[in-house]
Nanobody, 115 residues
Framework: QVQLVESGGGLVQPGGSLRLSCAASTSIFSAYAMGWYRQAPGEQRELVAQITSGSRTNYADSVKGRFTISRDNAKNTVYLQMNNLQPEDTAVYYC?????????WGQGTQVTVSS
């Protein structure tokens, strides 16, 4: 398993921005597909964005044009830049690392969008 530690969550007003970070403890970080998921109260966990080992990206329709996922393989870190945040983006955001049979999750970081 890969240990993942998220950071960067917090409280932001509508229209604001946050950048989430996820640091991974593995020597082969570049080989992993990385993803950000979120779970709002009473809802199922949903995919927000993914980035493959080759840096191809995929986004949920609800965040396209507002969120950007990126990775820095030298720092074993994946990022989620979130712009123009809206109240419906409020959730716990989880980092995910996936490669073959390995599927690891971080502990989550809370993002609250409220005025």
């Amino acid at each position: 398993q890969v240990q993942l530690v998220e950071s960067g969550g917090g409280l932001v007003q509508p229209g604001g921005s946050l950048r989430l970070s996820c640091a991974a403890s593995t020597s082969i970080f570049s080989a992993y597909a990385m993803g950000w998921y979120r779970q709002a109260p009473g809802e199922q966990r949903e995919l927000v964005a993914q980035i493959t080992s080759g840096s191809r990206t995929n986004y949920a329709d609800s965040v396209k044009g507002r969120f950007t996922i990126s990775r820095d393989n030298a720092k074993n870190t994946v990022y989620l830049q979130m712009n123009n945040l809206q109240p419906e983006d409020t959730a716990v955001y989880y980092c995910n690392a996936n490669r073959f049979v390995t599927n690891s999750w971080g502990q989550g970081t809370q993002v609250t969008v409220s005025s």
